[in-house]
């Protein structure tokens, strides 16, 4: 099946479909970045945890803040690019949302999908390890 067909369906997939799929990838991932600053904040209102907790708990955790923020940095990024560089080539070959997805590398799905749900993952190591530093005791 080419990157352009719709999952298990065996049918083209159009221009418009897929830049909305990317629309909504591009929404997941600011939810993901609500989720990071969340975390962030609660670290913050937990500064009294944090000096209870040993160091490397405290690495730990802002170690995977920094790796979900990058993650998700990459992960926007890919669709915002993959967004424009399709809209270009729809305005400048005046394609319409109904025709099929050029088969052209640029407009595979950025392999960042996977990347979003490595993010969820990292998100919640990072809240469990706030929650063990906020139960640490002394």
Request: with cysteine; proline share 4%; charged share 15%.
């Given at each position: 099946?080419?990157?352009?067909?719709?999952?298990?369906?065996?049918?083209?997939?159009?221009?418009?479909l897929?830049?909305?799929?990317?629309?909504?990838?591009?929404?997941?991932?600011?939810?993901?970045?609500?989720?990071?600053?969340?975390?962030?904040?609660?670290?913050?209102?937990?500064k009294?945890?944090?000096?209870?907790?040993?160091?490397?708990?405290?690495?730990?955790?802002?170690?995977?803040?920094?790796?979900?923020?990058?993650?998700?940095?990459?992960?926007?990024?890919?669709?915002?690019?993959?967004?424009?560089?399709?809209?270009k080539?729809?305005?400048?070959?005046?394609?319409?949302?109904?025709?099929?997805?050029?088969?052209?590398?640029?407009?595979?799905?950025?392999?960042?999908?996977?990347v979003?749900?490595?993010?969820a993952?990292?998100?919640?190591?990072?809240?469990?390890?706030?929650?063990?530093?906020?139960?640490?005791?002394?």
């Amino acid at each position: 099946m080419s990157t352009s067909e719709r999952a298990g369906q065996g049918k083209p997939e159009t221009i418009g479909l897929r830049l909305a799929s990317y629309d909504r990838w591009k929404q997941f991932c600011a939810y993901l970045g609500g989720g990071i600053a969340a975390l962030v904040l609660f670290g913050d209102l937990a500064k009294d945890s944090f000096q209870a907790a040993p160091h490397w708990m405290r690495a730990l955790f802002i170690t995977l803040i920094l790796v979900a923020g990058i993650l998700l940095g990459r992960a926007f990024f890919g669709y915002v690019f993959a967004s424009s560089e399709l809209t270009k080539k729809q305005q400048n070959d005046g394609l319409k949302d109904v025709e099929p997805v050029p088969d052209d590398p640029w407009f595979k799905y950025p392999q960042v999908s996977f990347v979003c749900y490595w993010i969820a993952i990292v998100l919640g190591l990072g809240a469990a390890v706030l929650l063990c530093i906020a139960a640490w005791q002394t």
